[in-house]
């Protein structure tokens, strides 16, 4: 299996992306569109100026700010000894009004509730309840263009946050949040933005 390791020295990461498995931090993590050649979200070959992450198109742009992302949120954690999680990216939305990311650990449906899903187990236990397969997966859409009828862009680049514009999007922050719920901090928010409970798109259940 080929892995590619993410090196931090001194604040700067440098990812050699010429395969499609990465380290980041202590996760590994998969990116379908690269495993799958899609030539679109992580695989996109928009070519951009030399990153200092060596990225040299936007799919590999997108790959550091992912990683850099996920890095951060491991270095907040205290992995369990042994716990090495696997977390993928499933092949990206590039048409159509899906959510712009979604994210969910996998979970055993036997067990019932409460229980935090694979890769919170596999985290705190060190112990994989998947060998050879995911504790958790993330999906993105890069149409989803237009929030409150004002258009904005997905920011690609971890070292420039906040955009360009009040309605831009950072990447970064995307990852960071939706890698938060892939550790089993469930929403309650639907495909549309709003509560699966009320269908309020701004009260305590959204």
């Not at 000894?81 to 092949?91: D, K, S």
């Not at 050879?132 to 946050?161: C, F, H, K, Q």
Request: hydrophobic share 40%.
């Amino acid at each position: 299996e080929e892995r590619v390791m993410k090196f931090v020295l001194s604040g700067v990461v440098l990812c050699l992306l010429t395969v499609p498995s990465v380290y980041a931090g202590v996760f590994i993590v998969d990116f379908q569109d690269v495993l799958l050649n899609l030539g679109v979200g992580f695989d996109d070959p928009t070519p951009v100026p030399l990153h200092t992450c060596g990225a040299t198109t936007l799919g590999g742009l997108r790959v550091c700010t992912a990683l850099q992302a996920l890095g951060d949120l491991g270095a907040t954690i205290n992995f369990a000894t042994g716990a090495v999680p696997n977390i993928q990216f499933l092949p990206s939305f590039t048409a159509g009004s899906d959510p712009l990311a979604s994210a969910s650990a996998f979970y055993d449906l036997s067990l019932g509730n409460p229980q935090g899903g694979f890769l919170h187990e596999h985290v705190t236990t060190g112990v994989d309840p998947t060998p050879g397969g995911y504790d958790a997966a993330i999906g993105m859409n890069w149409a989803d263009t237009v929030s409150n009828g004002l258009s904005r862009i997905i920011n690609p680049d971890y070292e420039i946050i906040g955009g360009v514009s009040g309605s831009d999007i950072d990447l970064y922050t995307v990852v960071l949040h939706e890698g938060i719920h892939a550790l089993g901090i469930g929403s309650l928010i639907n495909g549309a933005g709003r509560s699966w409970l009320n269908d309020d798109p701004s009260g305590p259940f959204a």
